[in-house]
C-alpha cells in the first residue's frame, strides 16, 4: 500500500512538474492577448490552480488563464482604458473588477447546483467541442513559428524554420517513443529537459520563454508574491454605469469558463473512469476567481490542454494541480532565469502531442455511421469554436440537438382506436405529448363523427408541458361543446397534478384507475441531481 501511495505522489508530482513548465508561456500569451501584462496571466495561473486544486470537484484537472477567456477581455480592456488617461492604465482595473463579479456569478450557479446540466450535452457536441479546442490550441501554436524583426512579425524561414521545425518533430518523438521504452517516465517533462539541454549546451540560437516575453513587450518572468489591488476601489467607480459596463461582460466570461470547466470536467471523468463534482467545481472556480481578480490575476478556468497533458502524465490527484501551481510561483520568483532558457520549441512539441491527444479521431470514422444530424451538430460546434468560442459553439450545439430531439419525437406520436362493446370510443395514445407533438395530436380526433362517450388511453404516453395541457383542454372543450362525454384514463400521478392544477374542466375528465402507468413523467429535481 505505501508503495502505491509513494509511486502515486511520484507521479503527481512529476506531472505537476510538466504542467508547470507548459503552464509559463501560455499564461504570457494568454496576458498578451488580453493586452495585460504577463504576470498579470501568471498570477492568474498561480492562483487559480492553486485553489480549485485544494477545493474543487475534479482532483487531477488543472485551471487557470485561459484564451477562451483572454479573447473576450480584449474588448474589456480596451474600452476601460479608454476611460480615463492612459496612464491611469483604468482597463486593468476594470478587468478586477469584472473577474470579481464573474466569480460571484459561478458561485451562484454552483450553490443554485445547476453545474449538474452539463450532463445535458449530448456527445456530438462533446465530440465537437474537444475537436474545436484541438484545432484552436494547433492555431494558437502556429504563433510561435514566427519572429520580430524591425519591429514586424513575420514567418520564419530557412534554417532558422528548420531548426524550429527539428526540435519540434524531436520534442515529439521523445514523448511517441519513451512510453514505449520505459512508461513510467513523464514523457512530457523529459522531452522538454533534452531539448532544452541540447539547445543550451549546443549554443543554440531560437526562441526561448525569455525571449518570447521580451519580445510581447515584457521584461521577464520577475516579479513578487502577488499584492492585495486596493486600486481596484479607488479607480473604479462603484456605480450603476459601471455594472451595465461590466456585467455584461462578467456574464459572458462566467458562462464561457463554466461551460469550459465542466466540459473538461466531463472528459477528465472518461479519461479516468471516475466522476467528478460539478457543483463545487463552479463554487471553487467563483471563489478563484474572486481571489485573483483582488490580487492582480486575469481571472481563468480549467484548461483542456493542460489538464490531458497532467492525466497523460499520470496525475490523478489534488497533489498534481497543487505542485504544478506552487512550481509556477517557485519559477516566478526565483527560478526566472531558468525557465526563460527553455526553448519555444520544446512546449510547442508539447501541445502538438496534446492536439493529438485531445482530438477525437474516430470522429471521421463514425461521421457516415451516426444519424445525419449528430453528424452537422459534430461539425457545426468543431467550426464555431474555432471561428467564434466555445461558449457560443456549445450553446448552438445544444439548441440544434435539442430541435433535432423535438422534431424527431413530434412525429412520434401515435393514436390506436377501437369501440368497445358498449359503443365507447377509445383513443390509445402512445408517444410524448409535448409543444411538438400537439398539432399531430389533434388531428387523431374526429370529434363531430365520434361516439357520445370517448376514452383517451395515456397508457403509452405522457403529458409533458403546459402546451400539451392546452391541447388536452381545447379537445375537452370540443368535445363538450358537441354533447359528448369524454374521459381521460391512465394518467400519472404527476399528470393528473398538472392538470388539476390547470382547470376544473380537466379534472372533472380524469378517471383514476388501478393500473395507472409504472413510471413518473416529470422528472424531480432529486432524479437530475
Not at 388501478?514 to 416529470?522: K, N
Request: net charge neutral.
Amino acid at each position: 500500500m505505501m508503495d502505491f501511495i509513494r509511486k502515486r505522489a511520484k507521479n503527481d508530482i512529476l506531472s505537476g512538474l510538466t504542467v508547470a513548465l507548459a503552464l509559463v508561456p501560455e499564461a504570457v500569451a494568454f496576458a498578451f492577448v488580453a493586452g495585460v501584462d504577463p504576470l498579470v496571466g501568471l498570477y492568474a495561473a498561480f492562483m487559480i490552480g492553486l485553489i480549485t486544486s485544494i477545493f474543487g470537484g475534479r482532483p487531477g484537472m488543472i485551471s487557470g488563464a485561459t484564451g477562451a477567456l483572454a479573447v473576450v477581455m480584449v474588448s474589456l480592456v480596451a474600452q476601460g482604458n479608454a476611460m480615463g488617461p492612459e496612464s491611469e492604465n483604468l482597463g486593468l482595473y476594470y478587468l478586477f473588477a469584472t473577474v470579481i463579479l464573474m466569480g460571484g456569478i459561478q458561485i451562484i450557479v454552483g450553490l443554485l447546483r445547476l453545474g449538474k446540466f452539463v450532463r445535458l450535452i449530448p456527445h456530438p457536441v462533446m465530440m465537437g467541442f474537444v475537436n474545436g479546442l484541438a484545432i484552436v490550441i494547433f492555431l494558437s501554436q502556429l504563433g510561435m513559428f514566427k519572429e520580430v524583426v524591425n519591429g514586424q512579425s513575420q514567418w520564419l524561414r530557412g534554417m532558422d524554420l528548420l531548426l524550429m521545425l527539428g526540435l519540434v518533430f524531436l520534442t515529439m518523438a521523445i514523448m511517441y517513443f519513451l512510453p514505449k521504452i520505459k512508461n513510467n517516465l513523464p514523457e512530457a517533462l523529459v522531452a522538454i529537459g533534452v531539448v532544452s539541454a541540447i539547445v543550451i549546451f549546443a549554443g543554440l540560437d531560437v526562441a526561448t520563454v525569455g525571449s518570447f516575453i521580451r519580445d510581447g513587450g515584457g521584461e521577464g518572468l520577475k516579479g513578487g508574491l502577488p499584492t492585495f489591488q486596493l486600486e481596484i476601489f479607488n479607480k473604479v467607480p462603484f456605480n450603476v454605469e459601471t455594472l451595465l459596463f461590466i456585467g455584461p461582460y462578467a456574464l459572458i466570461l462566467a458562462a464561457i469558463g463554466l461551460i469550459e470547466s465542466l466540459m473538461t470536467l466531463n472528459l477528465i471523468d472518461e479519461l479516468t473512469e471516475t466522476r467528478g463534482r460539478s457543483n463545487k467545481e463552479c463554487v471553487a472556480q467563483g471563489s478563484a476567481n474572486i481571489i485573483t481578480g483582488l490580487f492582480g490575476g486575469m481571472g481563468g478556468c480549467a484548461m483542456i490542454g493542460q489538464s490531458i497533458i497532467n492525466i497523460k502524465s499520470g496525475g490523478r490527484t489534488r497533489l498534481s494541480g497543487i505542485v504544478a501551481a506552487v512550481t509556477l510561483l517557485g519559477f516566478i520568483l526565483f527560478a526566472s532565469s531558468a525557465i526563460e532558457q527553455v526553448p519555444i520549441a520544446a512546449l510547442v512539441g508539447v501541445m502538438f502531442m496534446v492536439v493529438i491527444g485531445t482530438f477525437a479521431w474516430s470522429s471521421f470514422r463514425i461521421l457516415n455511421k451516426i444519424p445525419l444530424s449528430d453528424a452537422l451538430v459534430l461539425i457545426t460546434v468543431s467550426s464555431l469554436t474555432v471561428v467564434f468560442d466555445l461558449a457560443i459553439a456549445v450553446i448552438v450545439g445544444i439548441i440544434m440537438s435539442a430541435l433535432v430531439f423535438a422534431w424527431e419525437n413530434a412525429k412520434r406520436i401515435r393514436a390506436r382506436k377501437h369501440i368497445r362493446e358498449d359503443g365507447t370510443k377509445v383513443y390509445e395514445i402512445w408517444g410524448p405529448l409535448f409543444f411538438g407533438s400537439i398539432t399531430a395530436f389533434r388531428s387523431k380526433f374526429d370529434v363531430k363523427n365520434d361516439p357520445n362517450k370517448v376514452v383517451i388511453d395515456f397508457m403509452e404516453s405522457r403529458v409533458s408541458d403546459h402546451s400539451a395541457l392546452e391541447a388536452l383542454y381545447n379537445l375537452v372543450a370540443r368535445y363538450e361543446e358537441a354533447g359528448k362525454e369524454i374521459k381521460i384514463i391512465h394518467l400519472s400521478e404527476e399528470c393528473q397534478l398538472l392538470m388539476k392544477k390547470a382547470s376544473p374542466r380537466l379534472e372533472n375528465v380524469i378517471e383514476k384507475s388501478v393500473d395507472d402507468p409504472r413510471y413518473h413523467v416529470m422528472a424531480s429535481i432529486q432524479e437530475l441531481a
